[in-house]
């Protein structure tokens, strides 16, 4: 939290479910949700907190993000971990016998030595 400077890890997550979680690749800082008027239409846009940290003045010039091309990609993402669940969960079962086994083997160790 404390290293992109968050000051609290969700607010409103039922309306603002990416608050705190776009971290900008430019300046390392949260990315903020912005309503834009669009014609008659509101927009909800996603921009790097620093763009205009001091008014009128661009900081950071990471691009904005549409929140609907957020909204896909983090649907795609959520469907390929669902599809792939099964191997998830094979991969966890065989890295947690993995660490017994070093556990095991640790704790032996441990015990004929001393
Ligand atoms: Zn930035």
């Not at 309306?15 to 949260?30: E, R, W």
Request: hydrophobic share 25%; charged share 30%; with cysteine.
């Amino acid at each position: 939290m404390k290293k992109f400077g968050l000051k609290s890890y969700v607010t409103k997550p039922e309306t603002n479910p990416y608050a705190g979680k776009i971290i900008c690749g430019h300046c390392n800082k949260p990315y903020i949700r912005k309503t834009w008027k669009s014609g008659h239409s509101l927009r909800k846009v996603w921009q790097c907190q620093e763009r205009y940290r001091i008014k009128g003045i661009e900081g950071c010039s990471n691009q904005n993000i549409d929140e609907s091309s957020i909204s896909r990609a983090y649907d795609y993402v959520y469907e390929e971990i669902i599809n792939r669940k099964d191997d998830y969960i094979k991969n966890c079962v065989t890295l947690r016998s993995e660490l017994l086994n070093w556990l095991d083997i640790m704790e032996r160790t441990l015990y004929n030595n001393f």
